[in-house]
């Protein structure tokens, strides 16, 4: 007890934010306090770890040399298991049957969307119609007809490679063109 007593002073009396060093004293007392408050074992060791992460990213500025470390730690703990345990009952599931699903769920696209993907397609149509013909052929063929590179060129008298790089050259051309579908 004494030891605990004295480790504790030491703490208080200007401990400099080691996080490994708190880490190893009070990871296991911090987790067992989160289970103590009904957390599952999985979920209080994510919250220690986010404790520390927490810690580490903005250690408290005012009183450092004169403030309790385990203290602030379990409190940190404790402000993060209250957020997590809120974020749960915020978003509380409801199972609901897939035909109810299908009833709520308009699966059109919104006017906006529509406005949106056509403006992007003739993006698309357009930078198309800017390459070679032979790379758009080769292009088209692979990515709208669904061949093969090495059908592709067999057709176009070319080698694979030569026909990959007909149809890289598009995909390079269509992102520059369009910003980056």
């Given at each position: 007890?004494?030891?605990?007593?004295?480790?504790?002073?030491?703490?208080?009396?200007?401990?400099?934010?080691?996080?490994?060093?708190?880490?190893?004293?009070?990871?296991?007392?911090?987790?067992?306090?989160?289970?103590?408050?009904?957390?599952?074992?999985?979920?209080?060791?994510?919250?220690?770890?986010?404790?520390?992460?927490?810690?580490?990213?903005?250690?408290?500025?005012?009183?450092?040399?004169?403030?309790?470390?385990?203290?602030?730690?379990?409190?940190v703990?404790?402000?993060?298991?209250?957020?997590?345990?809120?974020?749960?009952?915020?978003?509380?599931?409801?199972?609901?049957?897939?035909?109810?699903?299908?009833?709520?769920?308009?699966?059109?696209?919104?006017p906006?969307?529509?406005?949106?993907?056509?403006?992007?397609?003739?993006?698309?149509?357009?930078?198309?119609?800017?390459?070679?013909?032979?790379?758009?052929?080769?292009?088209?063929?692979h990515?709208?007809?669904?061949?093969?590179?090495?059908?592709?060129?067999?057709?176009?008298?070319?080698?694979?490679t030569?026909?990959?790089?007909?149809?890289r050259?598009?995909?390079?051309?269509?992102?520059?063109?369009?910003?980056?579908?």
């Open positions: 007890m004494a030891g605990s007593a004295g480790r504790g002073q030491r703490e208080r009396q200007g401990m400099t934010w080691d996080i490994q060093s708190l880490f190893r004293r009070h990871a296991k007392e911090i987790t067992r306090a989160l289970r103590r408050r009904g957390l599952p074992e999985e979920t209080a060791a994510d919250i220690t770890q986010d404790t520390f992460l927490r810690v580490l990213a903005s250690p408290p500025q005012d009183g450092t040399l004169h403030h309790n470390p385990r203290a602030y730690l379990h409190q703990s404790r402000h993060l298991s209250i957020n997590h345990i809120q974020r749960i009952r915020r978003s509380a599931m409801l199972d609901v049957a897939d035909d109810v699903l299908t009833r709520v769920a308009d699966p059109a696209p919104s906006e969307a529509v406005i949106y993907d056509r403006q992007r397609l003739r993006q698309v149509e357009a930078a198309l119609a800017e390459l070679p013909d032979r790379t758009r052929l080769a292009f088209e063929r990515r709208l007809g669904g061949q093969t590179i090495a059908a592709i060129g067999q057709d176009l008298g070319l080698s694979t030569r026909t990959w790089a007909l149809i050259d598009a995909y390079r051309h269509i992102v520059l063109r369009t910003g980056g579908l």
